[in-house]
């Protein structure tokens, strides 16, 4: 007996012709995530403040019609109420990454992600935006110890990064119930691909070391390399923002994970890595950082069910793509 299961799927041509606010637009997945909407027909506008973002990542959309850039903070309210005016959708992707930087500087950290944050939240719910979908992170699951990780259960945080992003997902929720707009937080796990920064001080591990590879150079791994991490490629993440805004009005007020589904050691993407560049050197250990999670793993069961959330990459299929495209721009 056979049963032909009806595929579920979002129908993007709803999305044509809305508008659409991208915070962050010029960083690495806001601009990844603005290439899509432009191509889906919506327009989009960009606010970057530029410290971690790049013009370069948004020099192809400059002259489309439909793209609107401006450079400017989040952290001025009155900005943020301007670049929400006649605005259906905020996907909000500002802020200040990486663990070891918010153990540097706390300060800016918090001001960036949580005042920055609040900001836009409160200033879409003085335009009237439809829904408010922002990025929160795989590190608010702390110091948690089951796998895989599932949105209910979470430990204690370990950075103000972590601290940064749970008070992120706490004020969406809560707003939603006090002014019932409708917020979706996405919980990226280590997102990489094309236009990822290598060559920052706090650069991800990923274009770290294609970037070292790729100029015969070594890279360094922290801990003893056992650390594992549910790697996401880009484009899912991008996908799952455009779902988000198609969602049900019932999957609001929530968290999902977006995440790749799969669960890889430093060790095992520092070998598939070299694997795939066909150079392997030998990489230097050092001692574990502080705030890092030793293991991520995530449950994407919620994600699938009320966002139709599907990744379509693989550690390796994703580590091909975006080592091509690092290739293509070194050789120009």
Not at 76 to 97: F, M, R, S
Not at 284 to 299: F, P, V
Request: net charge positive; aromatic share 10%; proline share 3%.
């Amino acid at each position: 007996m056979f049963i032909q299961i009806e595929t579920m799927y979002m129908d993007y041509s709803k999305l044509k012709s809305s508008k659409i606010l991208v915070t962050g637009g010029a960083g690495f997945i806001g601009s990844n995530i603005v290439s899509k909407l432009l191509d889906l027909g919506c327009y989009v506008r960009v606010i970057d403040n530029l410290i971690t973002g790049k013009k370069e990542n948004i020099e192809e959309f400059i002259n489309n019609p439909n793209f609107e850039f401006i450079e400017g903070d989040i952290r001025d309210y009155n900005l943020c109420l301007e670049v929400c005016d006649n605005i259906d959708y905020v996907l909000h992707q500002a802020a200040l990454g990486s663990v070891p930087r918010s153990i540097e500087n706390p300060l800016l950290s918090h001001d960036i992600n949580v005042n920055g944050f609040l900001n836009m939240l409160y200033a879409s719910i003085q335009k009237k935006v439809k829904r408010f979908i922002y990025a929160s992170s795989s590190s608010v699951y702390g110091d948690i110890q089951k796998l895989p990780q599932i949105e209910n259960k979470i430990g204690n945080v370990l950075s103000p990064y972590a601290l940064t992003k749970k008070i992120n997902e706490l004020y969406a929720i809560l707003f939603n119930k006090i002014y019932s707009i409708e917020t979706i937080g996405l919980r990226y796990f280590n997102v990489y691909g094309p236009k990822q920064d290598p060559k920052s001080k706090y650069a991800a591990v990923i274009p770290l070391f294609i970037n070292n590879t790729l100029n015969n150079e070594q890279s360094t791994i922290y801990g003893d390399g056992t650390n594992s991490r549910d790697f996401t490629y880009v484009e899912d993440v991008v996908n799952a923002n455009i779902n988000a805004c198609l969602a049900d009005s019932n999957s609001s007020s929530n968290v999902y994970n977006i995440a790749g589904g799969g669960r890889t050691t430093i060790n095992e993407l520092y070998n598939k890595i070299s694997d795939i560049i066909g150079l392997h050197i030998e990489s230097k250990y050092e001692k574990e950082r502080s705030g890092d999670i030793k293991h991520s793993n995530a449950s994407i069961k919620k994600a699938k069910k009320k966002l139709l959330y599907e990744p379509s990459y693989n550690i390796d299929t994703g580590l091909k793509k975006t080592i091509e495209w690092y290739k293509k721009k070194t050789n120009k």
